[in-house]
């Protein structure tokens, strides 16, 4: 561990933190462990029965007030190349609570936005959001519709927030925009992608994608057993179902006219 007390990213020996964003699953949390795998020097180990997410600072506890600036800075220091967690909402709440320290990771730090199909995120997110909130347990053709409560705007779909973010993320200086189907497509692009945004030289592991469980007992044993896990995500209770099994005409019709934009911008064909 480094002997700073406070991070300080223009002083830092440091290499540049490492940030990734995401709308809600759509594959931060796969991309962290695709760096934390293929560049050694960006990662941490835990003692065993650790939370694994300890591995990679989720910013966004910031804001919800489950960790202090000062606490997150002190983080940054435990690694040589920061891994940095954020979903796309959390950066206005941020920017309120702590805009220096927003300022100065925009700054310094690289920053990698990631995007999924959105008819596959949403099959992800509905059943992700059925095990904590009531109003999401309804038929997916009714869960895409509702208002999405993160973006602060009145009527605004879970498709057009959706939409909106990307954009936004797309477009904003200095964000390298990754798809979450590429990394299983043609990972070693992903690799050289990354490699040439940090300008770190990869170390090549196979698999080259995380090992990944959708066993729950080998799942808690590889993420809180031991001391370097493939992966930090936890298994889902269920599979996710296939969005052409989901959908009906009527909702791809609903997710082209509120998601057009980003489509457009993706090069996503519904």
């Known amino acids: 561990m480094r002997d700073q007390s406070s991070y300080n990213f223009a002083t ?19 991309m962290l462990d695709f760096v934390r795998r ?60 702590c805009p220096e320290f927003m300022k100065d990771l925009f700054a310094h730090g690289k920053i990698f936005y990631v995007v999924r199909d959105v008819r596959s995120m949403l099959c992800s997110y509905h059943e992700y959001a059925k095990l904590f909130w009531e109003p999401a347990r309804v038929p ?10 993160e973006a602060g705007i009145p009527n605004t779909s879970r498709v057009k927030y959706w939409s909106n973010e990307v954009v936004y993320w797309g477009q904003l200086p200095g964000v390298t925009l990754m798809q979450f189907e590429r990394f299983f497509e043609d990972p070693i692009r992903q690799l050289e992608t990354i490699a040439q945004v940090l300008k770190q030289p990869a170390k090549i592991k196979h698999p080259l994608i995380p090992p990944k469980t959708d066993n729950r007992w080998q799942g808690y044993v590889n993420r809180y057993l031991t001391i370097l896990p493939s ?7 269920k599979p ?19 998601g057009g934009e980003a489509l457009d911008l993706l090069g996503y064909s519904i």
Not at 231 to 237: D, R, V, Y
């Open 12 to 30: 830092s020996r440091s290499s540049s933190p490492i940030v990734v964003v995401s709308h809600p699953r759509s594959g931060n949390t796969l």
């Open 38 to 97: 293929h560049f050694p020097q960006s990662a941490r180990r835990k003692m065993p029965l650790q939370n694994p997410q300890s591995l990679i600072l989720d910013i966004g506890a910031i804001w919800k007030n489950k960790m202090t600036e000062k606490k997150a800075r002190q983080r940054l220091t435990e690694s040589n190349i920061p891994l940095i967690k954020m979903h796309g909402f959390d950066l206005p709440r941020l920017q309120e609570v």
């Open 140 to 149: 997916i053709s009714e869960f895409i519709r509702q208002e999405e409560a």
């Open 231 to 237: 992966s930090t995500s936890a298994p889902m209770k």
């Open 240 to 258: 996710t179902p296939n969005w052409f099994e989901s959908f009906d005409e009527s909702d791809l019709q609903f997710i082209r006219e509120e």
